[in-house]
């Protein structure tokens, strides 16, 4: 089976080849990158090269071909899967996604917030290029969306692809995972109801093989209840308030005016730290060795997921990282479940990025939502869920407002939908800022 990622030369690829060198089925024979730089791509295919010597002890060949295309129309004639990975603009993209919104006075991150509305509008022209792309050259193969911000920009290249493109965001899958742990239950033997939109749900029950309601134990356990990342972040008195786990992003709504703070007395933006960070890297690893590229690479993303949302942490009393915190299971393992459920027609159950159908009543059934899925040959089906809070459902709407709002603005160039769709954002709130925001990034 062939599998083209897009982004080829992204930071996290050699995450994804690694998992497929583990996978004991062997699903993927052949894997193609593709990239707009060519210098990033050829970094890490010398990475994923010495990587697999690495697993393959280097005495026979690689289980997996690597090799680099040279267009996205080459990549992606004839594959079966495409991972979409893309970042339009590049990190220094991000870096005015964050800064030119803290400048305006309001949060700047880069898939909350103006921020993110401005990845979007920069990000869905070209996802649905690729969408046409994909439909044109590989009509039969699947998209997982890993590009930011998932929910935007799935719901963007599901105008072309329908129910063949599924967003994945490894947030939900680690809060459950963190939760079930922290409950004293094996992460694999639960089930669970999670809804929202990305980077915007709520684990909203957790439950034991045997009926036992795990999630309002752990609500009342305030030692097990903080002795993981979400319950640090929030808070165990906020928690109980909500009757829920909220996804780790809702950090941002929730204590607005705390991480705000934080982001502003900063010495530098998220962006600019990875800016920084991965232009020292593809700079020092475009002349070494693969061994001295793959030890180079291990280090980088070491720092960089033990920096994770470090803003929040600060905001929240400044606390380090576990190391259960880091294995919430990476968006490399959500893709390839995916993956091995559709083309192996296994049943999985995983929290995706899908249309809605009737799951949540008040949205469209094409809307992208965040939910439970069943998964296997056929694609990802929304399971039904309980019904919303009337808080849970009013940001809920409130949002896919503003992510339609994008995506209209996006594809048909239209500024009123795009100061619709920044005013409206809740951590925005103001016709003029948004105005002012959108006039900024225009001049870039």
């Not at 080849?17 to 990239?35: I, K, N, Q």
């Not at 239950?185 to 309601?213: F, I, M, Q």
């Not at 069943?374 to 009013?394: I, N, W």
């Not at 619709?420 to 006039?439: G, T």
Request: glycine content about 10%; some cysteine; overall charge negative.
């Amino acid at each position: 089976m062939r599998l083209t990622i897009l982004g080829g030369g992204g930071f996290r690829v050699p995450l994804v080849h690694r998992a497929l060198l583990d996978d004991p089925a062997g699903s993927v024979s052949e894997v193609t990158l593709y990239d707009t730089d060519p210098r990033r791509a050829a970094v890490i295919a010398s990475v994923l090269a010495r990587q697999a010597e690495r697993r393959t002890g280097g005495g026979r060949p690689s289980p997996v071909r690597v090799r680099v295309a040279d267009s996205l129309d080459e990549a992606l004639r004839g594959t079966d899967f495409v991972f979409s990975a893309i970042r339009v603009g590049g990190t220094a993209g991000r870096v005015a996604d964050e800064r030119i919104p803290l400048d305006a006075g309001v949060l700047g991150q880069e898939t909350v917030g103006a921020g993110g509305v401005l990845y979007g509008l920069r990000t869905v022209p070209v996802a649905l290029h690729v969408a046409e792309r994909v439909a044109a050259l590989a009509p039969d193969a699947w998209v997982v969306n890993f590009t930011n911000p998932a929910g935007i920009v799935t719901e963007a290249m599901s105008q072309v692809l329908g129910e063949r493109v599924i967003g994945i965001c490894d947030s939900p899958v680690g809060l459950v995972r963190r939760a079930a742990r922290a409950a004293g239950a094996d992460p694999d033997r639960v089930t669970y109801d999670y809804t929202g939109l990305n980077h915007l749900g709520w684990l909203r029950s957790l439950t034991a093989e045997d009926g036992t309601d795990l999630l309002g134990a752990l609500l009342r356990d305030a030692e097990a209840l903080t002795s993981f990342e979400e319950g640090k972040l929030f808070g165990a008195d906020w928690l109980r308030a909500l009757g829920s786990i909220p996804n780790e992003y809702l950090h941002y709504y929730y204590f607005r005016r705390e991480t705000l703070a934080s982001v502003q007395n900063a010495a530098q933006t998220r962006g600019e730290f990875l800016d920084r960070q991965q232009g020292g890297f593809f700079e020092a690893a475009s002349g070494a060795s693969p061994e001295e590229a793959y030890a180079l690479w291990e280090r980088t993303r070491l720092e960089r997921e033990e920096t994770y949302m470090a803003d929040s942490r600060e905001a929240t009393g400044g606390w380090q990282r576990d190391t259960c915190d880091l294995e919430g299971g990476g968006y490399d393992q959500v893709a390839l479940a995916v993956m091995r459920a559709i083309a192996g027609d296994r049943h999985a159950r995983l929290i995706l990025n899908v249309r809605n159908g009737t799951t949540v009543p008040q949205l469209a059934p094409e809307a992208i939502i965040e939910t439970v899925c069943e998964v296997d040959a056929h694609g990802a089906r929304p399971l039904p869920c309980a019904p919303l809070r009337e808080d849970q459902l009013g940001l809920m709407l409130q949002l896919k407002a503003v992510e339609l709002a994008t995506v209209e603005a996006a594809e048909f160039k239209d500024r009123d939908a795009a100061l619709r769709a920044m005013a409206l954002h809740p951590l925005v709130d103001s016709p003029a800022v948004a105005a002012r925001i959108l006039e900024r990034a225009a001049t870039l």
